[in-house]
């Protein structure tokens, strides 16, 4: 994918090897005894090499994350993204309500006129409208619930 | 510690090990050279098992992968737009899978309308290095949907309110 130009402009030092071990870890990673001198292996350096990469990649803020990527709903779990539209004057009130919430996994401000889109995460599948229903109430606001209905494409890839 | 004795095929409900095994790594896979091992010694249970029950969850979908989740801030991919589309119902399925293959969006979803308000039943979210990057991106999808796009917009996030992600905890 294109912004490869840009990603020349930041101020990260991942050399050629940084590049190809974050392409090859989004592809995923074995289990077996010793999963990390088998990636170390198919680029010829040493396991310990290896894990520190890994480390220094998490260290700088470069992954956010490397292990086990969940499914949630698969966990039995329920999860959907929701919409609100809120006055701007009452914007933060109601995103410190919001977000007080632990199910609200993720809570973004987005530029239209609904403006708030929150994803709520809940352990058994049947408790997403009780939340909404409390989101509402704490709120005065409509809440849009919008579930997937079908999902045809999670992870993006990047090339970098 | 008993409930590892329980096998649990039904995803609806997790096996305690399963449970404990997603807390112990929601954070992160351990590096050190035998991850596996070092789950299987603070869970009181066999490598062989906890490797087991990993690959299990990988087959029965409830770990998508095991896998490095970059920053794609950090990478260059400064802006990401929500794109939504108003397709006809009957398409959207052929239609979302065309548009997930593309390879700037990262996901892609059938989701209900909203009448009057909101009129989209299909969400795709577009990464790129700018905004014009992005909409450079927003005109090639409606190159793709040609006369089945009825409407669209985009929504770029302006502040991040809430970025906690998954939490599960293991039951009592």
Redo the contacts between chains.
């Keep these: 994918m294109r912004g490869s130009a840009e990603t020349q402009q930041t101020d990260l030092a991942l050399d050629a090897l940084d590049r190809q071990l974050l392409n090859r870890l989004q592809d995923g990673f074995p289990v077996c005894d010793r999963p990390y001198l088998a990636v170390a292996r198919e680029f010829s350096i040493d396991e310990d090499e290896l894990i520190a990469r890994i480390q220094r990649l998490l260290d700088t803020n470069v992954l956010t994350r490397f292990g086990p990527m969940y499914h949630a709903e698969r966990m039995g779990g329920g999860l959907s993204l929701a919409a609100m539209a809120v006055p701007v004057e009452d914007f933060e009130r109601v995103a410190l309500l919001v977000n007080s919430l632990p199910e609200i996994a993720h809570n973004y401000a987005r530029d239209h006129d609904f403006n708030m889109w929150f994803v709520i995460a809940t352990e058994d599948r049947d408790d997403v409208a009780a939340v909404v229903k409390k989101i509402q109430a704490l709120t005065g606001y409509t809440v849009y619930n919008m579930p997937k209905i079908e999902e045809f494409y999670v992870g993006l890839r990047f090339a970098v | 510690m008993s409930a590892c004795d329980l096998l649990c095929d039904n995803?609806?409900?997790?096996a305690e090990c399963d449970r404990q095994l997603?807390e112990l790594?929601?954070?992160?896979?351990p590096?050190?050279?035998?991850?596996?091992?070092e789950l299987a010694r603070q869970m009181g249970i066999s490598?062989d098992e906890v490797?087991l029950r990993?690959?299990r969850?990988?087959d029965?979908?409830?770990?998508?992968?095991?896998?490095?989740?970059?920053?794609?801030y950090?990478?260059?991919?400064?802006a990401n737009g929500?794109t939504v589309w108003n397709v006809p119902d009957e398409k959207?399925?052929a239609l979302?899978?065309q548009?997930?293959?593309l390879?700037?969006?990262?996901?892609?979803?059938?989701?209900?309308r909203?009448p009057p308000?909101?009129h989209y039943n299909l969400?795709a979210m577009v990464?790129?290095?700018?905004r014009d990057?992005v909409q450079d991106h927003i005109a090639a999808i409606a190159r793709l949907l040609g006369d089945d796009n009825h409407g669209s917009?985009v929504?770029?996030?302006?502040?991040?309110?809430?970025?906690?992600?998954?939490?599960?905890r293991a039951r009592e």
């Design positions: 995803v609806m409900q997790l997603i790594t929601q954070g992160g896979l590096l050190v050279p035998q991850p596996y091992h490598a490797m990993i690959q969850m990988q029965n979908g409830v770990i998508r992968r095991i896998a490095a989740v970059p920053n794609h950090k990478l260059g991919f400064r929500m959207v399925s979302g899978e548009i997930g293959a390879d700037f969006v990262s996901h892609c979803y059938h989701r209900p909203h308000l909101w969400f990464h790129g290095a700018s990057d917009d929504l770029f996030s302006t502040r991040i309110l809430k970025k906690t992600g998954l939490r599960i």
